[in-house]
């Protein structure tokens, strides 16, 4: 997606070769006319798939996958990062670890929310070693429901994710995909 | 906001006279058809005023938040909730306590991304007591900007939050305004 890269090139800055920072547009200060795009970017890819539901992590995924369940006139439900286990019955949970960060979290969604049938379009700010997306199909399978369709706004695809997700037969999209990153340059698949 | 009351009435539950559960249609599981009509109401609302930013606070209010940063050609600033002071110089912090949760937060913000002469409409999903208003006037204050404008989907009228905001001098629009509600029942002011 032009638009995006553009925005990538003149507003984003890598701090070193893994982190990229992006906060002047996405993920801090939104740019909506962009998120706007994005959504309707990823509506008009996965038009020829019939989902249920749109799902994201919050928090900066947030404004894009709003945009996207708006085209595809579907609801939003938005996955809790919770610091602990929530021992109740209507919830369901798994641990996801950042490996950039050394944390985890437990990604919690109410039953309601996730339900037996159910086909996910998952859309996320990044897509780096997979962890967060593997920890909604974990879910999904909790809930017996699937993940159909993955749109990502940011792929490094110098990370394992997008192959890991792929080779468990997801249909993965990202919107723009990073080769290589140093202070100096930003390189894009394709 | 008709369409929006209806859903309080329609889906919302009141688990006590303080709680209100909206998790199916605003922050949990999200209505975006309803957020687009309800950021198309705050930026008719407040069309006559120029601002500069749309704020917001992460997670619950980015959806609307975001849908009028794109009515009125903005852009949206989410505030992050840090669970500890960052001791670096590009970077506004104030404490905001949760008299509902018992807990407490920082409220951040790059510098970058709240300038001075800035002229902010606070976007939040629910008014209380106003706690977390107050934390972004008082970064407002920090940066050299103003807060020209408070849009609130859902208010408790029955809390301080909206005497305590207009006493000082705020323009606070809210689409509900809840007079009182328990298990049985949910009443609007107006």
Known sequence: MQMLKDAILEKGRAINQDVLL??????????????KAVGEAFAEHFSGKRFTRVVTIESSGIAPAAFTALSLNLPLVIMKKQTSRILTGDILQTTVRS?????????????????????????????????????VLHLAQQAGATVDGIG???????????????AEGLDVYSLARIKSMSERHIEFLD
Do not use: C, W
């Open 22 to 35: 992006v906060d002047s547009f996405l993920n801090h200060q939104v740019d909506v006319g962009l998120m």
């Open 152 to 166: 990502i706004v940011i792929e490094k695809a110098f990370q394992s994710g997008h192959d890991r997700l792929t």
């Open 99 to 135: 490996f950039t960060k050394g944390t985890s979290y437990e990604l919690t969604v109410k039953r309601d929310f996730l339900e037996p049938g159910d086909r996910v379009l998952l859309i996320d700010d990044f897509l780096a070693s997979g962890e967060a997306a593997f920890g």
